[in-house]
């Protein structure tokens, strides 16, 4: 089901199968019951604002594992544009390819005059559950430390 409107916490999150940076085929719902996922949708890999944060979320991956959590960045580039910047940055999350905009148009997040997803973060809990959904000015650098704040407290319970 495709829906225009922003998803809101508590929601289910909707499924997606997207191909990753190796073209292998990543399914939200296979997480299910094992971690929780960061959603970091994104507009375009090699922009400025993209490049740091993504960047940023290598140097914080480990703290993310630490609350048992997966990131994975979306964006509508291609694989092979995912690939060859993954490399060059030095990334280690998952970055997904959402070339067809289904992910993006599924959580509310997609962009029509430029043809892209908007900057946002969506937090899925082990249920399936969203716990969390901001989206942010195209040109600001999400912030890490909130989303470990809300990753914590999930922790916690």
């Keep these: 089901m495709i ?9 289910q999150a909707p499924d997606f199968t997207l191909k990753d940076q190796d073209e292998k ?8 019951g094992k971690k929780n996922m ?8 090699w922009s400025p604002v993209c490049t740091k944060e993504n ?4 140097r914080d991956l480990s703290r993310f594992e630490d609350n048992d959590t997966a990131v994975l960045g979306i964006s509508v580039d291609s694989t ?10 030095g990334l280690k999350h998952t970055l997904l390819s959402d070339m ?4 993006c148009k599924s ?3 997609y962009l029509e005059k430029p043809n892209i997803s908007k900057r946002a973060t969506v937090i899925v809990d082990k249920e399936g559950k969203i716990r969390f959904y901001k989206v942010q000015d195209i040109k600001t650098q999400r912030d ?7 990753l914590g407290e999930l922790k916690r319970g």
């Design 55 to 58: 960047i940023c979320f290598t």
């Design 25 to 32: 085929e990543v399914t939200l719902s296979s997480f299910k």
């Design 38 to 45: 960061v959603l970091a949708f994104y507009p375009l890999d």
């Design 80 to 89: 092979w544009s995912h690939k060859a910047w993954k490399e060059s940055l």
């Design 144 to 150: 890490n430390e909130e989303i470990l704040k809300v």
């Design 107 to 109: 959580y509310g997040l």
């Design 3 to 11: 829906t225009m409107n922003e998803l809101k916490v508590g929601d």
């Design 100 to 103: 067809n905009r289904e992910a």
